[in-house]
């Protein structure tokens, strides 16, 4: 369409990366211009800006360390709201410059948290090989084409880095599937500025952020029974410290349900009433597809009739 | 005003009981007719008739027998509503035809209920009378002044009954304050039809019927927790026995507030949504007249800005 | 065996009540004396005094009123246990003297519990009779065959009344099944001194009655999650007013298995730290026989493991 | 005392970070011998080899990165306990060799966690200065005396670390207090081989990993009434991902008390029994000292005289 130009999508950079690998999921992006960003942050501040429609970024499990970042920057400075989530299967290549032999290999880079998930790896095939830290997998795989130093010496000879990086990087692949964990899944989602949530599908989420009324025992029973008197299943709760002293802590929810849904709207309203703060962070669909098993007792209709049944009694009517 | 009939009230009979002096107590009935009846039932059912405004019948503690009567009647039939509590301080005499003395009194009658609630004076005083059971204390002192049988025996010499009592039938009071508990209270409740419930007062009490889902562990404790998470506390819970297998129950409940409450009305929904069955048995003053305590959490305002919220979430606003 | 008297053994009487019944269901005491008692009181008196072995009482939805005050006995007075329980089927006749037509039945008398269980049949098919109360359903039946009043009046034409009173006192049955609940079932229960309980047979039962600690909302859902916590279902749950003041309340609680079973002693332990008042009352194997279901997490050896576990941390193994 | 060499100690190094500060503050380690380590795993697998006497990790809200790692690290491998906790108010300076002033910084080196606790003074300070990753803040500081490379160039101008290692290595402190949360603290803890606890002080934390049942909404609301049925609060708890698969968590826990407190030891046994993996991490003193708030139903002697009593049910003594 002349004259409409396609959005522009942020992603915690730098290319090669798995967060551009999960951008690439988003059939809406397909076309829009991909802006790598240094930090969570970043990102998130090109959506709130209006530089960009939306922000792509890792937020559980991920190994680019941005799962505590994306909680904490979701949590401050203007809202934000996921409005879709993207699971990518998360594989590690051993990578070098063509030519580089495994025995060769005495310095191996990459974001710690990489390293960290191949560690088992490491120490079986390359006992000796010490570790540098990178801004990121894709930023260790890049390091790799730069220029040497005068000495010739690049401070590190591979890198632990996602198979596209290898690929764009013009690498060579040393070792296959040497993450320790196979199978591992990193969750990302897509989040934009406040907007009407993706419409009802049966199979959603909603993500939340709570701050816990006091203390910690008897204040998370209460949060948590928000939920189940609704009848609502949680599918995450992470902690998070918050502000400076010891023992504050902020609870990183996903809930299975939709705004729209009669028994999350009660919870939310619940929480609303009970905690100190509560930031509402989106309803989107699940990226498993998985629909939410509702009993007869919470369904919408469930809720309404129970409304109408309070009106007639309030008019006495029964 | 001409041509407006004054209202009629039934009540839980006969005269000279307990809960005549409730109904003496209602403004509104001062100048009505005042119906005995024989049974809770009874009076009920000429409510439900439109014979009468309301009855006045016992709910807690009674000394009449009425309470589970009272609970069992307002839990079938065509839905009533509480619409007054009425306190009543409880104190029996023993009241015998003049010229009886207290050595004179081999056999006492009076309701079982009153009768176990002097056990304590009657075994130290009349270690050797025996109990012959009446329909109601009133009955036991209205007995005594009918005319003895053939053989001159009226079966029984003194009535354990309200001071009321013995002063109408005209008989002497041997002795007073005979019961076991001194201090006791009665709780009787006027009974009417459906209509919009007494405006609130900042003092109310709402009474339900409650069927439990299945089991006892589990299913009651959901129960209490759609209270608890509202802020709802309750003043009176009582299990009832329910249809033939043992082992099925129904609770009796008070709560503090009134159904225009939004806390009530949400504990209301819970249980209306997860009860298999519910009855609103109406809201009204407390007869103590003690304000529900609200936090801030609970308050109406509370629950107006949290549903404000939660629409702003689905319009895309926050 | 010479020189050792068969044990004798209370119970609620008159003889030919459904408690009678009860007793002749417990072969130890086949061959032994019964002592009917005119209140349930007196039978578990005569058990604290060491007059008798044990007392059969009724303890839940009986006809003969025995239930508060059972359950009001056992909770004052010197510690009683409950042995055995026992279920009778219950159902009742309408007797009259031989001669006496249904259509001749203008007043028919039986205990007040009796006549609330037959109420419907009564006002379909003697609409226009009357009722008087009496002490029990047998009292009822023994009455129509005492010499009649020099005006040759009974005071009452037919008896509401167990089959086997009938039989006892030569009675007509003018109607049988004439209870508005077919499949009706009591349960009675066998009370003796202190003793160990009879041996666990996987499917038992543990009465008690507990005090709650104040006020009812949350200190009611505290008292069901000692059991909750501990795996241990509740077969019933009553309150019963305690002492004067209204609002305070005792629950009387049947819990699935024995005080042999760890689980079970875990939520006594709980209930004895937290509550005002607890009294064990007994356990019991169960009268239908049905064994309790327990999970892998609340047998006697996870409990036995667990304890084990933590001896060891303390030493300073693990 | 001759023949007997002072203790050696771990640490997360290198020296010069502020876990060196925590493990200063051991009156033990005063005269041993203090072991830097790269990763927490490696100074506790030194623990579990028995070349140190004890480990000193970061555990809560730290600037090195060691949280999660040092509750991983926990978690897997032999069993290790907590046997003391330190708390060490974090400070950041921004320093670098002496001769360069604030606006010759355009590279800040540290560890990603202190860069992250920095942002707000780097962001208004340097606003156009870069980040380079480094293992920890005292490489950081470190690196900045090494031998610059052929091209004169260190790669970096200024790191952010503590003040001791600025000391250490002989920088010129730029700027002070240069943390965006003053008054902030990080806990550290000394970690040794099993063994007996420390005694009870009353003022006493024990630290758990408990695996979840299967789902999260109930899972973790048992969880934690283990805890409240025993009156155990709790002042940390922290989700960690298991394993591969989204969605599976262990929950990390401090709680009031000591294994040798019996509220304490009731809650482990329910855990035990209930959870499907709990790994104890020792009971230790606070280092804030604050005693536990005991209330009279969960001291010791109620546990006692609770047992007592259910151990005279069983013997028929009540």
Chains 1, 2, 3, 4 share one sequence.
Request: with cysteine.
């Amino acid at each position: 369409m002349p004259g409409v130009p396609p959005a522009r999508y942020a992603f915690l950079g730098p290319e090669g990366t798995f967060t551009e690998a999960a951008l690439r999921q988003v059939p809406a992006a397909e076309h829009g211009d991909h802006v790598p960003c240094a930090t969570v942050g970043a990102a998130l501040d090109l959506v709130r800006a209006g530089d960009v429609a939306a922000a792509m970024v890792p937020i559980e499990n991920s190994v680019e360390g941005g799962v505590s970042a994306t909680l904490d920057a979701l949590s401050a400075g203007d809202p934000l709201v996921v409005v879709r989530e993207v699971l990518v299967p998360i594989t590690f290549v051993l990578a070098a410059r063509p030519g580089t032999g495994l025995d060769g290999v005495r310095v191996v880079s990459s974001h710690a948290h990489a390293q960290a998930q191949c560690r088992g790896w490491l120490s079986e095939n390359l006992p000796h090989a010490t570790y540098l830290p990178a801004l990121s997998t894709a930023a260790a795989a890049a390091g790799l084409t730069a220029p040497a130093g005068h000495d010739g010496a690049l401070g590190y000879d591979a890198a632990l880095c996602a198979p596209i990086a290898a690929h764009r990087y013009g690498l060579e692949v040393l070792a296959e599937h040497v993450e320790d964990n196979p199978g591992a899944v990193t969750r990302f989602v897509l989040v934009g500025r406040p907007a009407p949530p993706p419409p009802r599908t049966g199979a959603d989420k909603t993500t939340l952020l709570v701050h816990l009324a006091d203390d910690h025992a008897g204040a998370l029973l209460e949060l948590l029974e928000q939920f189940a008197t609704r009848g609502v299943n949680l599918t995450r709760i992470e902690s998070r410290p918050r502000g400076d002293a010891l023992g504050q802590y902020a609870f990183s929810i996903d809930c299975e349900g939709h705004v729209e849904d009669e028994r999350v709207a009660e919870a939310l309203i619940g929480l609303h009433r009970t905690s100190p703060f509560v930031r509402y962070l989106g309803s989107y669909p699940r990226a498993d597809g998985r629909p939410t098993e509702v009993t007869t007792s919470t369904t919408d209709g469930a809720f309404t009739a129970a409304r109408a049944w309070v009106s007639r009694l309030r008019e006495g009517r029964s």
